[in-house]
């Protein structure tokens, strides 16, 4: 669409140039609509009213055949060339071009409706100095704009003011990267102080000078210039479309970009026509068949030549050439003619037949009930239904993380507090119980404030809270206070919070449910609910959370006066500054952190110290100084933050669950033991996406080495990528091995296919994104798939939904295989359409992924039925099918040729017009597509057992090039049975009275008769899995040829159309001879038998998978699933840090006031002979020495 657009504007003489720089001014519409800049209106549609039947027609005339059929049309008007009617073609073509149009239009509508709804949102618009309702399509650039609590954002903004002290507002950006923690943005003070003041904003009129858009989510450069003041711009002070405001009461902002030049759409990617692989190899085969039909068309109008000039002259008395015609025009005319009549090697219902399979498995598909979901009454949906035999040929899987493989929830698992391990049952006799939906749940009724979604099922860790346990109370205590969670209380007692990270926000909800509510934040204080009572500590400071510490801290005072700092962070990074008496319990933790780590849960360890005034005024003072200097300030902070941070006293660790969705780490097995390879593309932090991989299964203990590339520069990239490979492979060469080749139609494209390379082992590689967006340059790129290719599992990191599509791209260039995306948010949908196949899953993340994609469903787990089934299915009944109509097809039209050789080359038909015209349509068509759309070489238990017969479909095993010759090869041999057997059985045959049956009209019978028993005996040899329907089309359809032939070759029929019906009485005087019936078994024997010995043959000496499996389905009954338990894996690796933090939310939240003067310090704890409250080393029990009904120390 836009290329036309374009290529007309060409013409016109208005070639657009690429912009430069975006300037703009607030609330001045001329000014800036003088840049003719896009407006806020958005659209992922491909035709209109007008250009849908030009733009549609042109698509579908690139297939060749439908624009052969089109030219044979056209021949078929001419009287001197046809031998058949010209409506033979046309209708049939006009079926076809309707039909797809009908679909393609249906698709076309949906889009059109989803860019209606999103157009004719709402929003309040800055107009003349008040504020009207308006819809997104009518925002323009330069427009403020005013935005509430739990909006969408409707174009790309630069924030002006807020609602919230600093001017800070909190955005959810699942559509753009998948996360759903919130992040923090900034205006400039200048603008804040405009406030929800209207008249002040009316009369604001900065001007804006920024980059041109870009698809770049993470950088944005600008200035605002006001006043004769210049102010920079950066990412912190933009919202982008496609995010969601949240905890922010209102906020305005100034609309940089719109509708196309958003920085969502600029990621969306471009919106291409998919086409299997088939359908292209389909494209290839009939311009080879063109080919070979325009040799046999030369040939005989040779041969007609050569009649004409010796034979011809012979027969001119009685039948005298047209005027002007001789031999060569003679010869010239029937070339045209023949190719009329041979135009059945590519026939029409071809492409009909092929429309109809895909419908009907795409139905299949849509009431799959294994494949819905009830919890959201979600049915698997094939949006697409022209690409169905490609889900049978996936090599490579791109996946989305959140919300794809994890259902984007946390969940509170288990903890170790004090030496002691909760969250786990044991029977009566000290065996663990696995936990399921119908165990107890903790009974939570007592605390009025407890989330009612939190589920937990050991009880003893209740009742040691609620026993006063000192550690637990403070354990929870840390969970309640160090964080920063976003409370939001619309009603008395329900309570929501707003976590940076889901992991945050387990956490938090933990502690509240054991008692510890945490209910309110202001930049100095932090209000909890301790065991129903009310409890203020003063927020003194907060030591944040970074890339490289790994870990945070915060600085309290309590009602009582006494400082406290907690920590909370990696377990490496808080042992080594744990105090030397914490030794004894650090070991028991480790243990119990082992084994949290090998079932796959991000652990945290917790940790806190008691401080004294003394030492925090000298620390404060050093403290001002350090945040002061000009020089190495960072360097100096991070030093004191070591400082403060020593000799902890280690209270215990947690372990979340990053819930995966049911049966993600079974359909990874499953899909990898078809030898398909799974990448995941995630925009998560590197530490959350390699947990996940750890609980898919997709990286395991067991794995040679894990390869981790996370370069800062060109050349460090490749240098990692080089040191992984020569790791896995050390003979191979520096260059990759590159085979070029030529493919498509006439074989103008140009391919290049990476050689995959022998590695022994399994191996992973985990890449950053800005690692990838070096690799993915021009010169890394081919070291960066060669590499990845090697490893078994490929996890890129934090990548923008731009990187994803590339990331795809380039697979598809250089491997040559079929893949496939899937992912459930708007920062998927690039990589969606990128890829041959699009899956979206219904989740969280809104619904533009599924509106992108080809296929949807609600989980994860559906995937390996959609491949291993229906793909598989849809693929063999695809290529069965091809393999069966060419040969029937080929078989028909080849006795035309071997009949011509005794008819003088004139073009005359073997069979009866009215048996050409319905072998298609009636006889053939329907045995054919009942075995197409029905059959099955094994069913779906056996499908899910043998993974492994996925794999011929990925190596094109059952419709190639070599198939097709083979299926020509076949039809030759047929043929030739088919015309010669009865040429020679009725050559010089008498009836049963002695009267001659060797008349044209006898033959053509028995050959067309002859013909319908072979192929219709092929394809019960092709069928395996019989149903009453294919029994009833194969019987009816020969019950039908024999009643439409005895009734069109009656008498009745010629008195009243005498021309159309020639064949009077010739199928009562013929089928009624038993040389005919025994002409008619012998030729069926002769095709038959010789198929029947290669098979059987074959299968002996060299079976296929599918043989195999068959041959041990007939032998044995499949067993019952068995529900699947995942192992307890020892392991010894743990989760670096369960947050997905970014560095920075621990000045907002103290609004940058890092301090306060410090107070009197009593006691932490009313106890003081507890070893916490005097920083004494603890004592601890491991399960078996505790005494029975002992629960605190």
Not at 172 to 190: I, R, Y
Not at 451 to 463: G, I, M, Q, R, Y
Not at 873 to 899: A, E, G, I, Q
Request: some cysteine; hydrophobic content about 40%; glycine content about 6%.
């Amino acid at each position: 669409m836009g290329s036309v657009s374009s290529y007309f504007g060409q013409l016109c003489g208005k070639e657009q140039k690429g912009e430069e720089e975006r300037h703009l001014r607030a609330n001045d519409r001329p000014f800036n609509l003088s840049y003719h800049y896009a407006n806020n209106a958005i659209k992922t549609s491909k035709y209109n009213i007008f250009t849908f039947l030009p733009l549609n027609l042109f698509e579908q005339f690139r297939r060749l055949a439908n624009a052969y059929f089109l030219f044979l049309m056209i021949l078929q008007v001419i009287p001197q060339v046809s031998s058949l009617s010209w409506f033979t073609t046309a209708v049939p073509l006009f079926l076809v071009l309707s039909i797809t149009a009908v679909k393609d239009a249906n698709d076309d509508i949906n889009r059109h409706k989803s860019d209606k709804q999103v157009n004719n949102r709402m929003v309040d618009v800055l107009v003349d100095g008040q504020l009207k309702k308006e819809k997104w399509m009518s925002v323009q650039v330069g427009d403020i704009i005013k935005l509430e609590n739990n909006e969408f954002v409707t174009a790309d903004l630069l924030l002006l003011s807020s609602s919230e002290p600093l001017n800070l507002v909190y955005v959810e950006t699942a559509e753009l990267d998948g996360e759903t923690n919130l992040k923090v943005k900034q205006a400039l003070t200048v603008t804040g102080e405009l406030g929800d003041n209207i008249d002040a904003l009316a009369a604001f009129n900065g001007e804006v000078r920024c980059e041109p858009p870009n698809n770049r989510l993470d950088k944005f450069k600008g200035i605002l210039s006001l006043s004769e003041q210049t102010y920079a711009l950066d990412n912190d002070k933009v919202l982008l479309r496609g995010c969601t405001l949240r905890n922010t009461e209102w906020c305005f902002g100034l609309v940089i970009f719109g509708g196309p030049d958003t920085k969502l759409m600029q990621n969306s990617g471009k919106t291409t026509f998919k086409r299997t692989s088939i359908d292209h190899l389909m494209n290839v085969l009939v311009l080879c068949i063109f080919g070979f039909l325009a040799s046999m068309c030369t040939v005989l109008a040779i041969g007609n030549a050569i009649w004409e000039f010796k034979e011809g002259s012979v027969f001119t008395a009685f039948l005298p050439r047209e005027q002007g015609v001789d031999a060569g025009l003679s010869s010239f005319l029937t070339f045209w003619s023949y190719v009329i009549v041979l135009n059945t090697v590519v026939p029409i219902s071809l492409y009909v037949s092929v429309e109809i399979i895909r419908l009907g498995n795409s139905f299949f598909i849509d009431w799959d009930r294994k494949m819905y979901y009830p919890k959201s009454d979600t049915p698997a949906q094939a949006r697409t239904t022209t690409l169905n035999e490609e889900l049978g040929q996936i090599k490579y899987i791109f996946s989305d993380k959140t919300g794809t493989l994890t259902q984007n929830i946390m969940t509170f698992n288990k903890c170790s507090i004090n030496g002691k391990a909760y969250g786990e049952l044991f029977d009566f006799a000290g065996q663990r119980v696995e936990i399921t939906e119908k165990t107890e749940k903790v009974d939570f009724s007592w605390n009025r404030l407890a989330d009612p979604k939190f589920d937990f099922h050991d009880h003893s860790l209740v009742e040691t809270v609620k026993e006063g346990n000192l550690e637990a109370q403070a354990f929870f205590r840390l969970l309640a206070l160090c964080h920063t969670v976003m409370p939001e209380e619309k009603k008395e007692g329900e309570l929501h919070y707003q976590a940076q990270s889901p992991d945050e926000g387990a956490l938090v909800t933990a502690a509240r449910n054991f008692g510890f509510v945490f209910r309110q934040r202001t930049p100095e204080s932090i209000t909890v609910m301790e065991m129903g009572r009310q409890v203020v500590y003063e927020l003194l400071a907060v030591l944040d959370f970074n890339n490289v510490r790994k870990r945070m801290s915060v600085i309290v005072r309590s009602p009582e006066g006494k400082l406290t700092l907690f920590c909370k962070g990696a377990d490496t990074i808080i042992y080594e500054r744990l105090h030397p008496s914490c030794n004894k319990l650090m070991e028991v933790t480790t243990k119990h952190l082992n084994e949290y780590a090998g079932e796959g849960l991000r652990t945290l360890v917790l940790a806190y110290k008691d401080l004294d005034e003394s030492y925090m005024d000298e620390w404060k003072r050093r403290h001002h100084d350090a945040s002061t200097a000009m020089d190495g300030r960072e360097e100096r902070l991070d030093e004191l933050y070591e400082e403060i941070e020593k000799d902890l006293m280690l209270l215990g660790a947690t372990a979340v669950e990053d819930k995966l969705q049911d049966g993600v780490p079974q359909t990874i097995e499953q899909l990898a033991k078809a030898d398909i390879k799974i990448w995941v593309l995630t925009g998560d932090k590197q530490e959350t996406a390699e947990n996940i991989g750890y609980s898919c299964n997709m990286l395991r203990e067991d794995m040679k080495e894990i390869f981790i590339v996370a370069a800062n520069t060109a050349e460090g990239v490749k240098e990692e990528l080089e040191n992984a490979r020569r790791k896995m492979c050390p003979d191979s060469a520096d260059e990759p091995s590159v085979v070029k080749e030529r493919a498509g139609l006439f074989w103008l494209q140009k391919t290049e296919t990476v050689q995959d390379e022998t590695v022994h082992g399994d191996y992973g590689l985990i890449i950053n994104g800005h690692s990838l967006a070096f690799a993915l340059e021009k010169n890394l790129q081919l070291e960066l798939l060669r590499t990845a290719c090697m490893c078994q599992t490929v996890i890129c990191c934090r990548v923008t939904p731009l990187q994803k599509a590339q990331v795809v791209q380039l697979v598809k260039k250089y491997k040559q295989a079929v893949t496939l995306a899937i992912g459930d948010g708007a920062n998927d949908v690039s990589m969606i359409k990128a890829a041959h196949i699009g899956v979206g899953i219904s989740g969280q993340e809104g619904m533009q992924a599924v509106l992108s994609s080809d296929y949807s469903f609600a989980q994860f787990r559906y995937l390996q039925r959609l491949l291993l089934v229906h793909g598989r299915w849809s693929y063999l009944r695809m290529c069965k099918f091809l393999r069966y109509f060419f040969y029937k097809n080929f078989t028909f039209t080849f006795v035309h040729f071997w009949y011509a050789f005794f008819c003088g080359f004139s073009a005359q038909t073997v069979y009866d017009e009215w048996f050409i015209t319905v072998y298609n349509l009636v006889y053939t068509a329907l045995p054919v597509l009942g075995m197409s759309i029905f059959d099955q070489d094994v069913n779906d238990r056996w499908s899910f057992q043998y993974p492994q017969l996925y794999t011929p479909g990925q190596l094109n095993m059952y419709f190639s090039k070599k198939a097709f010759v083979r299926c020509m090869m076949h039809s030759c041999y047929s043929s030739l049975i088919l015309f010669f057997i009865p040429w020679a059985a009725i050559y010089d045959t008498v009836r049963d009275d002695g009267k001659d049956i060797a008349d044209y009209q006898s033959f053509a019978l028995l050959a067309q008769t002859c013909l319908l028993f072979v192929v219709s005996i092929q394809l019960c040899l092709d069928t395996h899995y019989w149903t009453a329907v294919n029994q009833f089309f194969i019987w009816g359809s020969l019950a039908a040829y024999f009643a439409v032939t005895f009734t069109m070759y009656s008498n009745g029929m010629f008195f009243i159309f005498t021309s159309a019906f020639p064949f009077i009485g010739t199928a009562r005087n013929s089928l009624n001879q038993p040389n005919v019936w025994l002409t008619i078994f012998l030729t069926s024997l002769l095709c038959i038998l010789p198929v029947v010995a290669f098979r059987f043959i074959l299968i002996l000496l060299r079976p296929t998978i599918n043989d195999k499996v068959r041959y041990k389905m007939r032998k044995e009954a499949l067993p019952a699933p068995t529900p699947r338990k995942l192992p307890r894996r020892i392991s010894t690796r743990r989760s670096g840090y369960a947050f997905s933090h970014s560095q920075g939310y621990g000045d907002l939240v103290t609004s940058r006031k890092f301090l306060r003067p410090l107070k009197s310090r009593p006691a932490l704890f009313l106890q003081t002979d507890s070893p916490l409250a005097q920083n004494q080393p603890q004592h601890y029990r491991t399960i078996k020495e505790e005494p029975e009904g002992s629960q605190s120390p």
